[in-house]
């Protein structure tokens, strides 16, 4: 049976395999730029996290709730239609997704210009993620340690990919690396991952994520060759502002900022290790 609020006309209910294009249709709308394939992937993640808001039988806005193991939760895909803004729909959202959530460090990425709504609630500032964004240019060929981050064992992968995220993800990520269109390689030092970063195309190009590495120099080798893969198209890559060799790769590649969000996190901190995460995954599932 599906989780459902109802108050009048108005209920908050998950949103079901077959409706769950709407909340990436609302973002394009809302020009985020989502991934051509990223939404059935993050369905993945948490087939329980991802709620409509519906009037009167017609779905008038969305909200993320996905929930990462036992302890922490991320939310996304806040919008309501513009028709339907100020009216009190797009808070009972919100307080949905969170009240879905109790227990647990919730993590987002806002815009800044929503940062004081979300301190009310109870958010706290960790620091900025930096889009930049520019055309594709390999700057030499690819290093000889590089190998698609598909022929690696994905229990390697996984165990460091959850390394540098807020634990194991292995459902998502297997069909995040998996899915069509999606490109990867992982640097592979004596049989230990060292590094991976996958591409995926959306509507004007390429966005990278993640792109999570040991050091500096493997970060590079695996950029270089994502932007060999797809020369001359438009690429992003979404970077925390607090590691510094990250944003220096940026603009190495000639990449410019184009938009930033504030991660915020309520109910504790969570001390990821930014200084290996070069490329977030997405703004909507962190």
Partial sequence: M???ITKDHFEIRLAEDEE??????????????????????????????????VFNGEP???ISAVKYGDDYGFVGFYIVKEPWRGKGFGIAIWNHALASLKGRIIGL??????????????????????????????????AENLVD????????????DAGCFFEERKTFLETWLG????????????????????????CDGYKTGPLFAADPVVANDIFNALCAEVE???????????????????????????FETAR??????????????????SFELG
């Fill in 2 to 4: 599906t989780e459902s």
């Fill in 20 to 53: 769950i294009q709407f909340l990436c249709d609302l973002a394009a709308g809302e020009g985020w730029n989502p991934g051509l394939r990223d939404i059935e992937c993050f369905y993945q993640a948490d087939k329980t996290g991802f709620y409509l808001g």
């Fill in 60 to 62: 008038i806005g969305c």
């Fill in 109 to 142: 990425d806002g815009v800044v210009d929503q940062q004081d709504n979300y301190m009310k609630s109870g958010f706290k500032l960790s620091h900025r993620n930096l889009r930049f964004e520019g055309t594709a240019k390999a700057q030499g060929s690819k």
């Fill in 149 to 160: 981050v598909k022929t690696v064992p994905f229990e390697q992968v996984a165990a460091f």
């Fill in 179 to 202: 899915e069509e269109g999606h490109i990867g390689f992982a640097v592979v030092e004596d049989q230990q991952v060292r590094g991976y970063g996958l591409i995926r195309p959306y």
């Fill in 232 to 258: 001359g198209h438009n690429i992003i890559l979404d970077v925390p502002e607090n590691n510094a060799d990250g944003v220096l790769l940026a603009e190495s590649y000639g990449l410019v900022q184009s």
């Fill in 264 to 281: 915020m996190y309520k109910g504790g901190a969570v001390d990821l290790p930014l200084d290996k995460i070069y490329g977030v995954t």
